[in-house]
């Protein structure tokens, strides 16, 4: 074979190398054929970059606002309860004294009839006899005037919890297996009567938040506040794991503290909103702006952007722009961006 021959086979090699190059879908834009933000990858490419999607499911949410709070100190209140039991106790021995004056009185007055004792033996034994009902009526004033300062600062039912013999309502909260919560709302908003929970976390993580359990109104407001007041009782458990929270998760699991500040999820009165729920994974923000990827095709996916979100355990819900059933790219979505963004950049034949 001469070297003229050689020559030939070479440039048609090239020229057939090029040729395969560029009819490969290898994550460019395709100009003319797609609209602005669909890419398109090959299946090879897929698996190399490790690319996964899952198929959404529909669900439905509340929607809800946020409200502030505080983890209350207990020690008002058990000093509430000893003051009361304090009072009971000496009511209950002023009440004996005094049903002991009746008695003596009465025998007094049987003496003094049968002419067996003095007048003036019957006077004293009336002046203790008034003396005793005295202290009888003064104990249960007491009593009433502590059980009227716990209502006033706790409301009815803390009060019933800690005020009644039966202590198991307030021994959780001693043993720290509760905490105590007053959330305010904020002035414009309310709590709709039908919600008995809600959600609540002290650093602001919307996805790690917990549950607290309503307990009642609460008669007073947060000083700095002037929306409606209500005390919940929570664990304090962060609905999360060691590694989706973040921190370093302590022995009891009780993240919340006295006097922590915490933030609140309360859900609105409206009916439900029906979305999906977005994984932060599949999220990708450039110039503040945040982004998903659906596949749209086997090979073709496109950008889709996210106007309106809320957080939410597990993820961002998501009421409008992407429906249930879609095929949305939870792993390798920056990778897309970037590809993307590569594809539009002219190659040098193009210039």
Not at 172 to 193: A, C, E, H, M, Y
Not at 280 to 288: E, N
Not at 314 to 324: E, P
Not at 332 to 351: H, T, V, W
Request: glycine content about 8%; some cysteine; proline content about 3%.
């Amino acid at each position: 074979m001469n070297s003229f021959s050689i020559a030939c086979m070479f440039l048609l090699g090239v020229s057939l190398s090029f040729a395969d190059d560029d009819d490969k879908p290898v994550g460019r834009q395709q100009p003319g054929s797609a609209q602005p933000g669909t890419i398109f990858l090959s299946d090879q490419t897929q698996s190399l970059s490790g690319l996964q999607t899952i198929t959404l499911a529909p669900v439905s949410q509340h929607a809800e606002f946020t409200a502030y709070g505080r983890a209350v100190d207990l020690q008002p209140l058990i000093e509430l309860r000893q003051r009361y039991l304090l009072a009971l106790t000496g009511r209950r021995g002023a009440a004996a004294k005094f049903k002991q004056a009746e008695q003596n009185i009465r025998r007094q007055q049987d003496l003094y009839r049968e002419g067996a004792t003095s007048k003036r033996n019957m006077q004293v034994q009336q002046a203790q006899w008034q003396a005793d009902k005295a202290q009888v009526d003064a104990s249960a004033v007491q009593s009433e005037a502590i059980l009227d300062e716990a209502r006033l600062n706790w409301g009815k039912k803390l009060t019933e919890w800690a005020l009644s013999p039966d202590n198991n309502k307030l021994s959780i909260f001693l043993s720290g297996k509760q905490t105590l919560l007053q959330i305010t709302l904020p002035v414009n908003k309310q709590l709709d009567r039908n919600i008995q929970s809600i959600h609540i976390e002290a650093s602001g993580n919307r996805s790690a938040a917990g549950k607290a359990e309503l307990i009642s109104a609460a008669p007073q407001t947060d000083a700095g506040a002037q929306g409606e007041s209500y005390f919940f009782q929570t664990d304090g458990r962060r609905n999360c794991s060691r590694q989706s929270c973040g921190i370093r998760i302590i022995a009891d699991d009780n993240s919340i503290r006295t006097g922590m500040r915490v933030t609140a999820w309360i859900p609105e009165q409206a009916e439900n909103r029906s979305g999906v729920v977005i994984p932060k994974s599949a999220l990708v923000w450039h110039l503040d702006q945040v982004f998903v990827y659906i596949k749209t095709a086997d090979q073709q996916f496109s950008r889709r952007i996210i106007d309106q979100y809320s957080v939410t355990t597990g993820g961002y819900f998501v009421g409008t722009g992407i429906n249930a059933g879609e095929q949305l790219v939870v792993t390798g979505a920056q990778m897309l961006l970037s590809e993307e963004f590569r594809g539009q950049i002219p190659d040098e034949d193009d210039l």
